[in-house]
């Protein structure tokens, strides 16, 4: 099979999102913001006329946007024709810079569309990994990408990536896919007695949230 530079079809690493204020960011916490889910970039014109990549999660709701570097990149990659999606990896609360932010990293993921069959399977399989926790490597070698595109399916992480620490005091709220959200997707799937349950289960992780935010004096 040929060899492809990954630049050429393919581009994929972990970019930093910011939310646009507490009330945004709290959705985070949310069930329709679980680790591992695939969402797609919506841009948005900002007061400079600069288009901002917003992440736009599977329920349609606008939850963060990247920086303008990462914007423009993102915007480049458009202007080609790529897909663009990202994977929820994890998300964050810093005291710092006051008066504090929600933030979090998602695997930016993009390629073209003529591999597109190929690629959506690997998105896939990243997505139930990062759902794991591992944090897998979005960035993909030569070899990968061939390997990849003769057999997505077959596609294994080969390496991890660290959790960065954020500035001042940081609280990771969410950094793999949780019991709950497991019964939520079943109960999307109209699975309806795991739905019943997971009601049953929504009070107890909202209680913990939010006594693990006040004993690490977040409020």
């Known amino acids: 099979m040929t060899s492809h530079k990954p630049g050429d079809i393919y581009f994929g690493e972990y970019v930093r999102f910011s939310t646009s204020d507490k009330k945004g960011g709290a959705a985070l916490a949310g069930p329709d913001n679980a680790v591992g889910d695939i969402g797609t970039i919506e841009f948005v014109l900002d007061d400079s006329k600069r288009q901002i990549a917003w992440l736009k999660n599977p329920y349609g709701q606008l939850v963060g946007f990247l920086n303008n570097h990462d ?33 979090g990293q998602v695997a930016l993921i993009a390629f073209a569309p003529r591999y597109a069959e190929e690629f959506n399977v690997f998105l896939k399989a990243f997505a139930k990994a990062a759902g794991d926790g591992s944090r897998p490597d979005p960035k993909l070698s030569n070899d990968s990408i061939v390997s990849v595109l003769a057999n997505p399916a077959e596609w294994k992480p080969s390496s991890k990536i660290k959790i960065p620490r954020g500035g ?47 004993k690490f004096g977040l409020f």
């Open 71 to 103: 914007s423009y990149n993102t915007a480049v990659m458009a202007a080609k024709g790529w897909e663009l999606h990202y994977v929820l990896s994890f998300t964050a609360y810093s005291e710092e810079p006051e008066p504090g932010e929600y933030w």
């Open 168 to 214: 001042g005091r940081t609280a990771i709220l969410k950094d793999h896919r949780s019991v709950h959200d497991s019964m939520l997707d079943a109960a999307r799937s109209k699975k309806v007695g795991c739905y019943i349950v997971s009601w049953a289960f929504i009070l107890a992780v909202v209680t913990l949230v939010v006594w693990a935010l006040h």
